[in-house]
Structure formats: structure tokens, C-alpha cells
């Protein structure tokens, strides 16, 4: 699994890439945090998640979903990456993220996957589960950050709320 998820992870699949074995303990620090996040997932049997981290697997199971699908296996890997260090980061990982980010890992790492499938305490194979759907109000935030220029130098940054007009932005 883990010389798999560095080839995809090295870039586009149409790309020539150099190899350097010094880049594959990064791909195993990621199989390793998966299988930790899955790990405290089902130690803890969480099942509350808080707003940040449902927008955030959301979102990631609408990246992971596109990138499969146009073969962007390196970005798909990346948003994986992200939601991982998020749920590491968390007191108590949710063991419903556990469970999509182990069906989200499976094409790319299966071996993988199936393990953190059996730890959360599935039987069957994770090979017959559905893919993850998202929801794609989930996906859009409410806010974005803007940057401020003046002079045509970078100043600051605000935050407004997304569906903002052009007047509140100013």
C-alpha cells in the first residue's frame, strides 16, 4: 500500500516524475495517522461531530469523489491528508469520519482500508459498502476570507459571509 499511495501521490499520472525513496516515510506517516485516527475512532466510539469537522469530511468526500473519478489521485491523497491531521486533533475522533475515511482510502490503499474497516468492527468487506455520498450544502462555506490592498499591497485580510454583496464586501 504504501509504494501504491506514493506513486499516486507523486503527482499526475501523465507526468514524468523522478523517483526518491527519501519522499516514501511521508506516504507511511499518512497510512500511519489513518490507521491511529481509526484506531482512537474506535476506542472512543464518538459520535458527536462538531460543525467544522462535518463541513471538512464533506468537503473531502466531494474532493475525493472527483479526483477518483478524473484519475487526480495525488490531490485526492492530499485532501485525505488534511481531514486525517484534523481528526488527529480532535479529543475524540468520530467514529463516523473513521468510517468514510477508511471507505475513502480503500481504492488507493485497500489493504488498508480493510484493516481500519475491521477495527472499526465491520465483518464484511468494506469492498461491498457503497461510496461515501456527500451533501452538497455541507460543501459551501459560510464565510470567506478576503484580502485587503491598498496600493496594491497586501494589508490585511476580513472575513464576510458568503452570500455578502459587492457593498457589504467594501
Excluded at 12 to 39: D, H, I, M
Excluded at 106 to 133: F, K, M, R, T
Aim: glycine share 4%; aromatic share 6%.
Amino acid at each position: 500500500d504504501a509504494l501504491r499511495l506514493y506513486e499516486m501521490f507523486m503527482g499526475p499520472l501523465e507526468a514524468v516524475k523522478p523517483w526518491q525513496t527519501s519522499q516514501v516515510p511521508g506516504v507511511v506517516r499518512f497510512q500511519n495517522r489513518v490507521y491511529n485516527a481509526v484506531n482512537a475512532a474506535a476506542e472512543s466510539k464518538a459520535t458527536e461531530m462538531d460543525k467544522d469537522t462535518t463541513r471538512l469530511l464533506h468537503k473531502t468526500m466531494k474532493k475525493v469523489t472527483e479526483d477518483i473519478e478524473s484519475l487526480s489521485f495525488n490531490t485526492a491523497i492530499s485532501a485525505m491528508m488534511v481531514l486525517t491531521n484534523h481528526l488527529m486533533s480532535l479529543d475524540e475522533v468520530p467514529l463516523e469520519a473513521a468510517e468514510k475515511l477508511a471507505l475513502m482510502v480503500s481504492p488507493l490503499a485497500p489493504h488498508l482500508g480493510e484493516e481500519c474497516w475491521s477495527i472499526l468492527g465491520n465483518e464484511d468487506s468494506l469492498a461491498y459498502e457503497p461510496w461515501v455520498v456527500y451533501d452538497e450544502e455541507l460543501c459551501v462555506d459560510d464565510e470567506i476570507t478576503m484580502g485587503v490592498q491598498v496600493n496594491g499591497k497586501a494589508r490585511g485580510q476580513i472575513t464576510i459571509p458568503a452570500d455578502a454583496d459587492e457593498e457589504t464586501a467594501m
